[in-house]
T-cell receptor
Framework: NAGVTQTPKFRVLKTGQSMTLLCAQDMNHEYMYWYRQDPGMGLRLIHYSVGEGTTAKGEVPDGYNVSRLKKQNFLLGLESAAPSQTSVYFC?????????FGPGTRLTVT | KQEVTQIPAALSVPEGENLVLNCSFTDSAIYNLQWFRQDPGKGLTSLLLIQSSQREQTSGRLNASLDKSSGRSTLYIAASQPGDSATYLCAVKVGDKIIFGKGTRLHILP
């Protein structure tokens, strides 16, 4: 039982490049979230999903897209990366009101 | 708009002391409140979850209280240890969204 895993752990992108962050969970949880964490800003919600095939915008959705084609996976896409998207990205699931976090992806956009 | 504030931003105390971390939120219409721990470079680990109908939760040396009417929660750590050094975050659930405070960085001095 791996819990919540995130791929990749680290990535460096150049401005304008695209990439997809993968979040996978083996706990059969319905709710999944993507956050970004920046110094002095705390954790901010980007997008979330309340079940397979559903997505919704969070607090800071601009510049990101998401998909939840399978219940166990929640993908976060950056179509054209910008330096402002340099951050640590966390995925989380929610089960019975308790959140479970992945280890994070550290993304640098140069 | 719900806002979550944690004071102080950083705290250093000698080993063995009891301490209190504070969390306040602006809108009392929350579903629950959760306290997390985050070690440097790691994801978040859930410590305590308090439902809106509850007043407190305890786990080992940790006790969290919730006063929804005044928009406040406290995390009490008894007999602090160097291993308690970490950042502690509180978060409130409003609808499907979780809103985080910026955290209190705790350093326990040996």
């Amino acid at each position: 039982n791996a819990g919540v895993t995130q791929t990749p752990k680290f990535r460096v992108l150049k401005t304008g490049q695209s990439m997809t962050l993968l979040c996978a969970q083996d706990m059969n949880h319905e709710y999944m979230y993507w956050y970004r964490q920046d110094p002095g800003m705390g954790l901010r919600l980007i997008h979330y999903s309340v079940g397979e095939g559903t997505t919704a915008k969070g607090e800071v959705p601009d510049g990101y897209n998401v998909s939840r084609l399978k219940k166990q996976n929640f993908l976060l896409g950056l179509e054209s990366a910008a330096p402002s998207q340099t951050s640590v990205y966390f995925c989380a699931t929610d089960h019975r009101d308790e959140q479970y976090f992945g280890p994070g992806t550290r993304l640098t956009v140069t | 708009k719900q806002e979550v504030t944690q004071i102080p931003a950083a705290l250093s105390v000698p080993e063995g002391e009891n301490l209190v971390l504070n969390c306040s939120f602006t809108d009392s219409a929350i579903y629950n409140l959760q306290w997390f721990r985050q070690d440097p470079g790691k994801g978040l680990t859930s410590l305590l979850l308090i439902q809106s109908s509850q007043r407190e939760q305890t786990s080992g040396r940790l006790n969290a209280s919730l006063d929804k009417s005044s928009g406040r929660s406290t995390l009490y750590i008894a007999a602090s240890q160097p291993g308690d050094s970490a950042t502690y975050l509180c978060a409130v659930k409003v609808g499907d969204k979780i809103i985080f405070g910026k955290g209190t960085r705790l350093h326990i001095l040996p």
